[in-house]
């Protein structure tokens, strides 16, 4: 069992930054790829990025590439989403989420969800 939880989140003016973290509880979090989507009202869930157990892997959204990365450090248990260039469309609620499988992009191959952090980005 994995708990996770989002931090981070707030309202900032286009063009700015913002970094999410996700803190995860257990003992096992290195055996977990972790992913983090995002929801806008309205829409569905949407993948962001993902990293691999051992960071030698990152997906992400061809809607964020080149503006967010995703990280993370296992010995603090904890996900990042360094998220830069911020847009209007990047408003939604931003969940991570812990899965078993090396990488996935599917929100189905995720086991554990955080509660999601509110983000939004103001014209």
């Known amino acids: 069992q994995v708990q996770l939880v989002e931090s981070g989140g707030g309202l900032v003016q286009a063009g700015g930054s913002l970094r999410l973290s996700c803190a995860a509880s257990?003992?096992?979090?290195?055996?977990?790829?972790m992913g983090w989507f995002r929801q806008a009202p309205g829409q569905e869930r949407g993948f962001v990025a993902a990293?691999?157990?051992?960071?030698?892997?990152?997906y992400y959204a061809d809607s964020v590439k080149g503006r967010f990365t995703i990280s993370r450090d296992n010995a603090k248990n904890t996900v990042y989403l360094q998220m830069n260039s911020l847009k209007p469309e990047d408003t939604a609620v931003y969940y991570c989420?812990?899965?078993?499988?090396?990488?996935?992009?599917?929100?189905?191959?995720?086991?554990?969800w955080g509660q999601g952090t509110q983000v939004t980005v103001s014209s």
């Open positions: 989420a812990a899965g078993t499988r090396v990488l996935a992009r599917a929100s189905s191959e995720y086991d554990y």
């Open positions: 257990g003992r096992t979090f290195s055996s977990y790829a």
């Open positions: 990293i691999s157990r051992r960071s030698d892997n990152r």
